[in-house]
């Protein structure tokens, strides 16, 4: 349906084209400046010129066909390429081509075990206690040292 209204469309902007460019065509080779226009009444008047109709035919005939080609041409378009699963429920189009942008690949899920590992974590480790602690006074040090390079005091208080 949407091929259609373009079609329709298309070919309504090739016939209003066709009839203003050959009207003013014919204008100028006939030296008759004055009359320039696209006035919708005076062009088609003017098809009656056995001169004006060949070349509103001529420009017709090239704009159809250069529907027909865009038409056709896309119609060769497939936009569509196999997909490849990464993770469960994430495709992404396969590669194409000879690698001329790129060959990076995934990982298969064979090889996850080989290549990552994971580490159960628990709140209750000591050593994890006391880096997360240091971590913490770190990032309050740094707060208080930007803050005291604009005029901030760690002691001063919005009452």
């Excluded at 460019?21 to 320039?36: F, V």
Aim: with cysteine; aromatic share 6%; charged share 25%.
């Amino acid at each position: 349906m949407k091929r259609m209204i373009a079609v329709i469309v298309s070919f309504a902007a090739v016939c209003w084209l066709s009839l203003a460019g050959a009207y003013n065509l014919t204008c100028l080779l006939t030296a008759q400046k004055d009359l320039l226009g696209v006035n919708l009444p005076t062009m088609l008047a003017a098809l009656e010129n056995p001169d004006t109709m060949k070349f509103f035919l001529l420009l017709i005939a090239c704009g159809v066909l250069l529907i027909v080609a865009a038409l056709v041409s896309r119609a060769s378009i497939n936009y569509k390429s196999r997909m490849r699963e990464v993770v469960p429920d994430l495709s992404i189009p396969q590669a194409e081509g000879q690698g001329q942008y790129g060959t990076a690949k995934f990982l298969d899920s064979a090889k996850y075990g080989e290549v990552w590992s994971s580490v159960k974590v628990s709140d209750a480790d000591p050593t994890l206690r006391h880096l997360m602690r240091e971590s913490e006074e770190e990032a309050h040090d740094e707060s208080t040292k930007s803050a005291r390079g604009r005029g901030w005091r760690p002691d001063h208080r919005h009452e």
